[in-house]
Every structure is written in C-alpha cells, then in structure tokens.
C-alpha cells in the first residue's frame, strides 16, 4: 500500500525514476479496487475512481520508463492497436539501468 500512496504524493511529478516493484504494485492495487467495485455494482465510482488515478498513472509510467533509459512520450505508443501494448508492457518490465540523464538507478541506493 506504500507504493500506491507514494505514487499518489507524486501524482504530478513526470520527472525522475520508479523501481519496476514501484509500478507493478501502483498497477495490482488500482486493479484491485477497480475490481471490487466492478463486483459490487458501483459502475459510477469506478469511472470516477479510473478518471481520478489517470494523470497518477500516467506520471508513474512515465517514470518507469524513465527507468529503462526512455522518455515518457513512449506511453503513446500504446494507441497502435494489439502491438503497442505488447511493445509498451515489453519495456514497462525491463529491468533499471544505470544511472541515466533521468537520475540515479534507484536501485542502488545512492542519493542525487
């Protein structure tokens, strides 16, 4: 649940870098609720739930691929049909690389 309240803090920050467990427990948490809404019956709040988490899931992808060494404009990539998602989930899961023009691996540890 920290990842996902943290993600949330920096709902706005487009800069910087995000670990792959930082993102994919962003991701499993919004899927979560949006699937237990979805099983209750509140329709109206999950769209709500999904508008109000769009520009934090945005920021954080873009974060993550700042992470793999790219910059955030690649999430566009995903409105090619079936291979853009492929493409973008490809990258999404790749591992950190070293320092970057992004920031420090924050794998590492190492302070900016």
Same mark, same amino acid.
């Given at each position: 649940m920290d990842y996902f309240i943290g993600a949330l803090k920096k709902y706005a920050d487009f800069t910087?870098? +995000? !670990? !792959?467990?930082?993102?994919?427990?962003?991701?499993?948490?919004?899927?979560?609720?949006?699937? $237990?809404?979805? $099983? #209750?019956? &509140?329709?109206?709040? /999950?769209?709500?739930?999904? #508008? +109000? &988490? &769009? $520009?934090? /899931?945005? /920021?954080? +992808? +873009?974060?993550?691929?700042?992470?793999?060494? !790219?910059?955030?404009w690649w999430q566009l990539i995903a409105l090619i049909p079936l291979i853009g998602i492929i493409i973008l989930i490809v990258f999404l899961v790749q591992d950190s690389h070293d320092t970057n023009e992004y920031g420090v691996n924050p794998k590492s540890g190492e302070l900016a």
């Amino acid at each position: 649940m920290d990842y996902f309240i943290g993600a949330l803090k920096k709902y706005a920050d487009f800069t910087g870098r +995000a !670990r !792959r467990q930082e993102y994919w427990m962003f991701i499993l948490i919004y899927m979560i609720i949006n699937f $237990v809404l979805a $099983v #209750l019956g &509140l329709n109206i709040i /999950s769209m709500i739930f999904g #508008l +109000a &988490l &769009l $520009v934090p /899931s945005i /920021s954080i +992808a +873009a974060r993550r691929l700042h992470d793999t060494g !790219r910059t955030g404009w690649w999430q566009l990539i995903a409105l090619i049909p079936l291979i853009g998602i492929i493409i973008l989930i490809v990258f999404l899961v790749q591992d950190s690389h070293d320092t970057n023009e992004y920031g420090v691996n924050p794998k590492s540890g190492e302070l900016a």
